[in-house]
């Protein structure tokens, strides 16, 4: 064999070895489940998601798929007894699906799903329509610690994250918590529709969601749940107006159940690299979201102890039994 011929098939066994071993990220095709009608935060973020992946190299292809329904049980249902063992399918959930389950009584849990990885942190905001006589929190919090019942809040399912601000915004403004009048919607096009023509009092949602028709001055924004104003925003934060709440939503990924541990790695890799990703950061900036990316065990073991927590706010509430 000539010294020519060694090196060609040298390098052919080389690029044949590289085949091999290297991580099959940019082979996924994958399918996102959104458990919730479109429009809404979970949508934007399995939207998001599938640009982000499919940008950065981690998987071939993605497919986003609405679930509606119950807070997102009805997905997770989906997730749990139909997906087991796919390993090509994940599902977006965060904070209010945690509270919407416990509040909904839900058959399945959501730790029978493969914890993957948190991915961002967004503040609330609270709006109301344009016309209306409340122009801050402070006119909010009288009109709710004067009838609780007689104030309605627009915001996502029951149980979630909108339903436990609206509670939370009660009991620190002295008001019953109890009898808040909270009136869930599958998604934030419908709860958008509700706010603008004037069918509630308030609503509640991540600052993303509303941003447009707060620009547009289609909705006047009253108060940010975060603790500091939010960088480019003009809205005064609730607890600057006398109301001490502070709460944040969270988004997260997770993988169907009873996935091998080749599997679930191949998936975490896949949303850690996007997660890296200048097409992610560029999504971040987009939407406003903050980036709280945690993923594997780290990730898992935040995610025991948010549902404590939850379940110890709403039973605090009102909203679930102990």
């Given amino acids: 064999m000539s010294q020519a011929t060694g090196w060609m098939w040298q390098t052919l066994v080389v690029a044949a070895l590289a085949a091999v071993v290297t991580p099959a990220l940019a082979q996924l095709e994958l399918r996102v489940m959104a458990p919730a009608a479109p429009g809404g935060g979970w949508d934007q973020t399995a939207r998001s998601m599938q640009q982000a992946l499919v940008a950065s190299g981690a998987a071939k292809s993605v497919q986003v798929v609405n679930v509606p329904g119950a807070g997102g049980s009805i997905g997770l249902a989906q997730l749990v007894n139909s997906g087991k063992g796919d390993g090509r399918l994940l599902m977006v959930n965060g904070l209010v699906m945690v509270g919407a389950l416990l509040a909904n009584r839900s058959p ?30 402070p006119d909010l919090a009288a009109a709710v610690k004067a009838n609780p019942a007689r104030v309605t809040w627009a915001g996502g399912s029951a149980g979630g994250v909108d339903h436990i601000t609206a509670a939370l915004f009660a009991k620190a403004g002295n008001a019953d918590a109890t009898k808040i009048n909270y009136i869930p919607f599958s ?3 419908e709860s958008l529709a509700a706010i603008l023509g004037g069918k509630v009092t308030a609503g509640i949602s991540g600052y993303g969601e509303y941003e447009g028709q707060i620009k547009a001055g289609k909705l006047r924004a009253i108060g940010v749940t975060s603790a500091n104003p939010l960088p480019g925003v003009d809205v005064p934060t609730v607890k600057s107006q006398g109301i001490d709440l502070v709460i944040a939503n969270w988004r997260s990924v997770m993988a169907a159940p009873g996935i091998t541990a080749e599997q679930r790695k191949a998936l975490v890799d896949a949303v850690d690299k996007m997660a890296k990703s200048t097409a992610w950061r560029d999504v971040l900036k987009q939407k406003g979201w903050s980036d709280a990316y945690l993923s594997g065990d780290a990730f898992a073991a935040f995610l025991g102890r948010e549902q404590t927590r939850v379940r110890d706010v709403l039973i605090s509430v009102g909203l679930v039994k102990p």
């Fill in 108 to 137: 399945v849990r959501l730790d029978q799903a493969t914890p993957i990885a948190r991915l961002t942190e967004e503040s609330q905001v609270i709006v109301v329509p344009v016309n209306s006589p409340i122009k801050n929190i």
């Fill in 187 to 189: 998604g934030g096009g």
